[in-house]
T-cell receptor
Framework: DAGVIQSPRHEVTEMGQEVTLRCKPISGHDYLFWYRQTMMRGLELLIYFNNNVPIDDSGMPEDRFSAKMPNASFSTLKIQPSEPRDSAVYFC??????????FGPGTRLTVL | GQSLEQPSEVTAVEGAIVQINCTYQTSGFYGLSWYQQHDGGAPTFLSYNALDGLEETGRFSSFLSRSDSYGYLLLQELQMKDSASYFCAVRDRSEEGSTLGRLYFGRGTQLTVWP
């Protein structure tokens, strides 16, 4: 198993542009989390899914952020329009049992 | 709400022993996990405690006291490669109580190991 796959690994865009981050989770794991990490705020949970269903999106900062999980093999996090304060590393995290959480390599987003 | 407290940084020399403490407040507690993150990398899972006591995995051990809402990560025989950030994380139940809930992370402890 290749583990959690995220793309792109790096994204540089200009303010106002749409950004789509992608995640291919590990097969057979029921939970998928989207986190972002910054020096100022640490690891923040944005949203998580259980069996492809969004359970808690209270961490999504505002309406500019949206996430989908159309099937067990794919999830996206979209920011539209992007702003410089969205610059961060975004992690897709996958797991089943409470003690098995696997981080993807992350997408480093820079919004100019 | 949920909160986790851990020291922001710790320094030690090679071969020494270091303990990183974590105190937490959460509802519907499932367990306490520890993750390691090197600069530029992603956090990787180190250990998990659901019950009170000490879990040992090689040079690393993790301890949990549920009654004290406290745990620690113990790193022995420190090596330069252990220099990294260490995060404690707690998992709680969903609001409905029937499924696993959110996974909360502390702010991380930056460990620097000197030769």
């Amino acid at each position: 198993d290749a583990g959690v796959i995220q793309s792109p690994r790096h994204e540089v865009t200009e303010m106002g542009q749409e950004v789509t981050l992608r995640c291919k989770p590990i097969s057979g794991h029921d939970y998928l989390f989207w986190y972002r990490q910054t020096m100022m705020r640490g690891l923040e949970l944005l949203i998580y899914f259980n069996n492809n269903v969004p359970i808690d999106d209270s961490g999504m900062p505002e309406d500019r952020f949206s996430a989908k999980m159309p099937n067990a093999s794919f999830s996206t996090l979209k920011i539209q329009p992007s702003e410089p304060r969205d610059s961060a590393v975004y992690f897709c995290v996958n797991g089943g049992r409470e003690n098995e959480q696997f981080f993807g390599p992350g997408t480093r987003l820079t919004v100019l | 709400g949920q909160s986790l407290e851990q020291p922001s940084e710790v320094t030690a020399v090679e071969g020494a022993i270091v303990q990183i403490n974590c105190t937490y407040q959460t509802s519907g507690f499932y367990g306490l996990s520890w993750y390691q993150q090197h600069d530029g990398g992603a956090p990787t899972f180190l250990s998990y405690n659901a019950l009170d006591g000490l879990e040992e995995t090689g040079r690393f051990s993790s301890f949990l006291s549920r009654s004290d809402s406290y745990g620690y990560l113990l790193l022995q025989e420190l090596q330069m490669k252990d220099s990294a950030s260490y995060f404690c994380a707690v998992r709680d139940r969903s609001e409905e109580g029937s499924t696993l809930g959110r996974l909360y992370f502390g702010r991380g402890t930056q460990l620097t190991v000197w030769p």
